[in-house]
């Protein structure tokens, strides 16, 4: 059984900085490409950033030089350090684990995370 857990949301101020973190059980992880996203009620789930098998990592343009997506394939884990919070990063952020070239895709139960003085 897949699951994939985050943690590390909360409330933070604007400028201030959180990390989430995903630990991810019953797939091989370091053949996966993983990524964090996320959604706010009424609006499509959107890409804040992914990091390829190899390291390749790709970001939002609302997030680039702020936010850092970083993998622990010992560890299963993928982070996500978010920095300079500002109120438009509040929504809740969703981690992803794609098997490149297949159909499968799993996600997690989500965390919330909400910027605001």
């Known amino acids: 059984q897949v699951q994939l857990v985050e943690s590390g949301g909360g409330l933070e101020q604007p400028g201030g900085s959180l990390r989430l973190s995903c630990e991810a059980s019953?797939?091989?992880?370091?053949?996966?490409?993983m990524g964090w996203y996320r959604q706010v009620p009424g609006n499509q789930r959107e890409m804040v950033a992914i990091i390829s098998t190899g390291g390749n990592r790709n970001y939002a343009e609302s997030v680039k030089g702020r936010f850092a997506i970083s993998r622990d394939n010992a560890k299963n884990t993928v982070y996500l350090q978010m920095n300079s919070l500002k109120p438009e990063d509040t929504a809740v952020y969703y981690c992803?684990?794609?098997?490149?070239?297949?159909?499968?895709?799993?996600w997690g139960q989500g965390t919330q995370v909400t910027v605001s003085s």
């Open positions: 992803n684990a794609y098997l490149p070239n297949s159909d499968y895709r799993y």
């Open positions: 019953g797939i091989i992880f370091r053949i996966h490409r």
